[in-house]
């Protein structure tokens, strides 16, 4: 191994700062594992507040057999709060409330209304009907009905039951309805067309009203030696007694046709509709004979 010239320029430099850093290695790594000295530890100074709160721990409440040396081991130290007691950090503000729960907005599903389907206009046109309006319990009559397009193949329908039709003409046509359609009140659903409905008319409609009926009560008979029997009846309106007799017309369109003791029949003069009251008390006025005052006729006699 060659030694350094130190006749040759910059050679005794490197020595010497070869030397020194030596030397600086040295003395950090026995700084490192050894120290310079015994020193003693001290404790950072704490409040008294601190100093009650966590305890006091001083030299004297050390483990008696810890020596010098051992003063290293710094587990009876207590760790310091960030903060004393009594004084508040400022914080800054926050931004949002973490603990605050937004419930998500369901936007409303718009309901799509489909569009409906145009009714096709009927091929056939049904205008009018006459009669527009009867009353129930009539007899059979002849509905007249004008429009455009009928056929001779073409039938009248009322409540889809077909009646027997006479076609007139293209814009004429009749139809015989039986009582039996219209026995009872209400609405029924008048239209025109063909046996297999290819050929058909839109619907007009025949109100059938309540017929008109007696306004009284029979409340009582009397009977006569020539069997001539007396109604009285008593008109809800006024609650007059008024005597009648077979044959007799009330209100202007109620005929008397059958006295009895259980019934009075009556037979509408416009529309010949029969009508039937049977006995009652009725309502009791001062001054009327209700109940049966009838006296004794030749049949009821008990002589021999």
């Known amino acids: 191994m060659e030694l350094a010239d130190f006749s040759k320029p910059g050679e005794k430099k490197k020595v010497i700062w070869a030397a020194v850093l030596g030397l600086i290695a040295i003395i950090f790594l026995w700084w490192t594992f050894i120290g310079f000295g015994k020193t003693t530890p001290t404790a950072p100074a704490r409040p008294s507040a601190i100093t009650s709160t966590l305890g006091n721990r001083s030299a004297s409440s050390r483990p008696a057999n810890i020596t010098e040396p051992q003063l290293a081991d710094i587990s009876y130290m207590q760790p310091i709060p960030q903060f004393l007691p009594g004084s508040v950090p400022n914080a800054p503000e926050a931004r949002r409330n973490i603990f605050a729960y937004v419930e ?15 009714t ?29 397009k009928f056929t001779p193949d073409m039938r009248v329908f009322v409540d889809n039951r077909e009646l027997p039709t006479k076609y007139k003409g293209a814009q004429q046509m009749s139809a015989t309805v039986a009582a039996a359609i219209i026995a009872s009140p209400g609405v029924r659903q008048v239209m025109v067309k063909t046996p297999n409905g290819s050929a058909y008319s839109g619907n007009a409609q025949l109100s059938v009203a309540p017929a008109p009926t007696p306004n009284y009560s029979y409340v ?39 006295i009895s003791e259980k019934e009075v029949v009556f037979m509408d003069a416009n529309l ?12 009791r006025v001062s001054g009327a004979p209700l109940g049966r005052p009838t006296p004794r006729v030749d049949s009821e006699d008990d002589e021999p």
């Open 104 to 118: 998500k907005v369901v936007a409303p599903v718009a309901s799509v209304t489909p569009t409906p389907t145009p």
């Open 120 to 148: 096709p206009t009927p091929p056939v046109l049904l205008a009018n009907i006459n009669p527009q309006n009867v009353y129930a319990r009539t007899a059979d009559f002849t509905l007249e009905l004008s429009g455009d």
């Open 220 to 258: 009582g008979i009397i009977g006569t030696p020539t069997h001539v029997d007396t109604a009285l009846l008593q008109d809800k309106s006024n609650k007059e007694i008024l005597s009648v007799q077979r044959g007799d017309l009330l209100s202007g369109r109620f005929r008397v046709t059958s």
């Open 272 to 283: 010949k509709i029969k009508h039937t009251l049977a006995m009652t008390e009725g309502e």
